[in-house]
């Protein structure tokens, strides 16, 4: 099930490693956050070498529905309560500067760039939109309240945040790639210290990220209680009229909108991963309803990182690492979080102050209620009795009858019916 962005893009391809190289830093991770890493990396003329185990946006990166937005749900006034107002204004801050590195790159890039203003709206509930006004206004963010909305149901309307942008992220990363220094099909087997072996050969680097999606080391940072995942469903369909902007629902279980050339990509059936959801199903029963004309082009699905408080995880991978850095948890806003972490860390390797660091620690406080949900489900499926277990940390597997796979609701791997690996964090195949 290729998205859309899949099928209209051919990328780049590299050989893998052999031998044994040294570098200033190593880059585990082949998605958008490692590719623009490595950007900033070489801009910056810092050595470095990029590995990733298959071949590069192979894993959720080509999924996307490539919003670049510093309006990620209504989370700002949540982020006052929780941190204040200055917290909240450095995260808007971060994901502006990363809309603004998007601008400077794209000009030179045909990656259908386009600007458009974001909406996120509510169903039935105006008290949380005028929450979100207000904090923006504390936060001093010239948002809008939009009551009038090129959707086909009735809403309480929306905030809107102008001039963001949408893209093809796919074609955007291919031109980033061609010059960089990457390894395709070059699996890490063992990361000890500074020094990584693969199958074919070692690396020894001064400084280390970690761009997996999820983060491959369990020993460090407690990134199995500070992370679970999040399946969510996409369409691309023909036959509908264009709408202009950008629009997601506050809801978790709603819906998302965006129009790529004549193609209407909608979005929604989330659940947690090796949960049931809405699927495909609940975009089919929505479309039959509101969109009777349309016809499917293609369809795809996409696994996000989920944080305990909405932030990601940005930077030195624990307290007790230096030199090795992670960038993970994006919460679905894979775009500009992407872009925060490789200006981020190119800057933290330069020995650079940057006024994100502490808004973006992985070492931050994981006291919220969201951790108390995790190691329920964490204990309640390492106790479940069944023979499929996933190889990450033994919780049990549960089959996903519209994907025919076998996912894990603990830490999200998943894995085609005959075993093989589909996702992480697992780095291996099923046992038989």
Request: some cysteine; proline content about 5%.
């Given at each position: 099930?290729?998205?859309?962005?899949?099928?209209?893009?051919?990328?780049?391809?590299?050989p893998?490693?052999?031998?044994?190289?040294?570098?200033?830093?190593?880059?585990?991770?082949?998605?958008?956050?490692?590719?623009?890493?490595?950007?900033?990396?070489?801009?910056?003329?810092?050595?470095?070498?990029?590995?990733?185990?298959?071949?590069?946006?192979?894993?959720?990166?080509?999924?996307?529905?490539?919003?670049?937005?510093?309006?990620?749900?209504?989370?700002?006034?949540?982020?006052?309560?929780?941190?204040?107002?200055?917290?909240?204004?450095?995260?808007?801050?971060?994901?502006?500067?990363?809309?603004?590195?998007?601008?400077?790159?794209?000009?030179?890039?045909?990656?259908?760039?386009?600007?458009?203003?974001?909406?996120?709206?509510?169903?039935?509930?105006?008290?949380?939109?005028?929450?979100?006004?207000?904090a923006?206004?504390?936060?001093?963010?010239?948002?809008?309240?939009?009551?009038?909305?090129?959707?086909?149901?009735?809403?309480?309307?929306?905030?809107?945040?102008?001039?963001?942008?949408?893209f093809?992220?796919?074609?955007f990363?291919?031109?980033v790639?061609?010059?960089?220094?990457?390894?395709?099909?070059?699996?890490?087997?063992?990361?000890?210290?500074?020094t990584?072996?693969?199958?074919?050969?070692?690396?020894?680097?001064?400084?280390?990220?970690?761009?997996?999606?999820f983060?491959?080391?369990?020993?460090?940072?407690?990134?199995?209680?500070?992370?679970?995942?999040?399946?969510?469903?996409?369409?691309?369909?023909?036959?509908?009229?264009?709408?202009?902007?950008?629009?997601?629902?506050?809801?978790?279980k709603?819906?998302?909108?965006?129009?790529?050339?004549?193609?209407?990509?909608?979005?929604?059936?989330?659940?947690?991963?090796?949960?049931?959801?809405?699927?495909?199903?609940?975009?089919?029963?929505?479309?039959?309803?509101?969109y009777?004309?349309?016809?499917?082009?293609?369809?795809?699905?996409?696994?996000?990182?989920?944080?305990?408080?909405?932030?990601?995880?940005?930077?030195?991978?624990?307290?007790r690492?230096?030199?090795?850095?992670?960038?993970?948890?994006?919460?679905?806003?894979?775009?500009?979080?992407?872009?925060?972490?490789?200006?981020?860390?190119?800057?933290?390797?330069?020995?650079?102050?940057?006024?994100?660091?502490?808004?973006?620690?992985?070492?931050?406080?994981?006291?919220?209620?969201?951790?108390?949900?995790n190691?329920?489900?964490?204990?309640t499926?390492?106790?479940?009795?069944?023979?499929?277990?996933?190889?990450?940390?033994?919780?049990a597997?549960?089959?996903?009858?519209?994907?025919?796979?076998?996912?894990?609701?603990?830490?999200?791997?998943?894995?085609?019916?005959?075993?093989?690996?589909?996702?992480?964090?697992?780095?291996?195949?099923?046992?038989?």
């Amino acid at each position: 099930m290729p998205s859309i962005w899949t099928e209209t893009t051919e990328l780049p391809h590299f050989p893998p490693l052999k031998g044994n190289f040294h570098t200033d830093v190593l880059i585990i991770g082949g998605g958008i956050a490692g590719l623009l890493c490595a950007y900033q990396l070489q801009q910056a003329g810092i050595n470095y070498i990029l590995v990733e185990a298959n071949t590069i946006c192979s894993g959720i990166t080509k999924n996307t529905t490539a919003k670049i937005t510093a309006q990620h749900g209504l989370i700002y006034h949540k982020l006052i309560k929780k941190y204040g107002i200055e917290k909240a204004r450095l995260y808007l801050d971060a994901n502006q500067e990363a809309l603004d590195g998007f601008d400077t790159l794209c000009k030179t890039i045909d990656c259908n760039y386009v600007h458009q203003d974001s909406f996120v709206y509510s169903i039935n509930d105006r008290k949380k939109l005028d929450s979100e006004l207000d904090a923006l206004e504390k936060i001093r963010f010239s948002a809008t309240y939009s009551q009038f909305l090129p959707l086909p149901f009735p809403t309480a309307g929306a905030v809107k945040f102008p001039r963001q942008a949408q893209f093809h992220p796919l074609k955007f990363l291919a031109a980033v790639a061609k010059n960089l220094h990457i390894y395709e099909r070059t699996p890490i087997r063992e990361l000890a210290k500074r020094t990584a072996k693969t199958d074919t050969g070692t690396i020894t680097a001064e400084n280390i990220i970690v761009t997996t999606h999820f983060p491959m080391l369990n020993k460090h940072g407690s990134y199995f209680l500070k992370l679970f995942q999040h399946r969510s469903y996409c369409m691309a369909l023909e036959n509908i009229s264009p709408i202009e902007g950008m629009y997601v629902d506050e809801s978790q279980k709603g819906l998302s909108f965006r129009t790529q050339g004549d193609l209407l990509i909608l979005g929604g059936g989330s659940h947690r991963t090796g949960k049931k959801g809405g699927n495909w199903s609940e975009l089919e029963d929505f479309i039959q309803r509101n969109y009777p004309q349309a016809k499917v082009r293609c369809q795809w699905a996409t696994q996000d990182c989920m944080t305990l408080d909405g932030i990601p995880y940005i930077g030195q991978y624990s307290s007790r690492t230096p030199n090795l850095y992670v960038a993970t948890g994006f919460n679905k806003w894979g775009m500009t979080s992407a872009m925060v972490a490789a200006q981020m860390l190119t800057g933290l390797i330069q020995g650079k102050d940057t006024p994100y660091e502490d808004v973006f620690s992985p070492s931050r406080s994981i006291l919220h209620p969201q951790l108390a949900i995790n190691g329920f489900e964490a204990v309640t499926n390492l106790l479940s009795f069944t023979k499929k277990r996933c190889p990450h940390m033994g919780c049990a597997l549960r089959w996903n009858p519209q994907e025919h796979s076998w996912d894990c609701p603990c830490h999200g791997s998943r894995f085609q019916e005959n075993g093989k690996l589909i996702d992480g964090p697992s780095t291996g195949n099923l046992k038989n």
